[in-house]
């Protein structure tokens, strides 16, 4: 089932549960992919490209909350993290700390890194083989934590 299916459904599903926080979410994300397809002259887009797009909305709600939560609209900065949830069950399954450590090491062997002047090229091939998998920041400071160790 393509991820536009999935999202559909679980419009639907909002809809019939009256659960305007996921209904909304959804329907963002629906937005994005829609955006995402018409954007380019190539019509289809990869499993890749939606996973990228949910990143950003995802980030985009992080941001929101945090700004929310740093004006003290507490309501609204929950609003924002509960979306982010309803998002996030349609990424690949996250890599704990460990794989995450792992899979880092992995890498900067393969490609021969040692020091931080390879942070590039060891980001490009982390970037190409976790996507989705894990937070961009998250992987960037453990690339770093690697490289300057």
Do not use: C, H, W, Y
Not at 31 to 54: F, R, W
Not at 100 to 117: D, F, H, N, V, Y
Request: aromatic content about 2%; charged content about 30%.
């Amino acid at each position: 089932m393509s991820l536009e299916t999935q999202i559909n459904e679980e419009i639907k599903n909002a809809m019939r549960a009256k659960d305007k926080v996921a209904l909304d979410a959804l329907r963002a994300v629906k937005s994005a992919l829609l955006l995402a397809k018409t954007a380019g002259a190539d019509v289809q887009i990869n499993e890749a490209d939606e996973i990228a797009v949910l990143q950003k909305q995802i980030k985009m709600r992080k941001e929101a909350a945090d700004q929310f939560s740093a004006q003290g609209r507490e309501e609204m900065a929950e609003n924002e993290r509960l979306q982010s949830q309803v998002i996030e069950q349609f990424l690949p399954k996250q890599l704990s700390a460990e794989e995450l450590t792992a899979e880092i090491q992995e890498i900067i062997s393969g490609t021969q890194a040692t020091s931080i002047k390879d942070m590039g090229k060891v980001m490009a091939q982390a970037n190409q083989k976790l996507a989705g998998k894990v937070d961009g920041k998250l992987l960037a400071d453990e690339v770093k934590k690697q490289l300057n160790s």
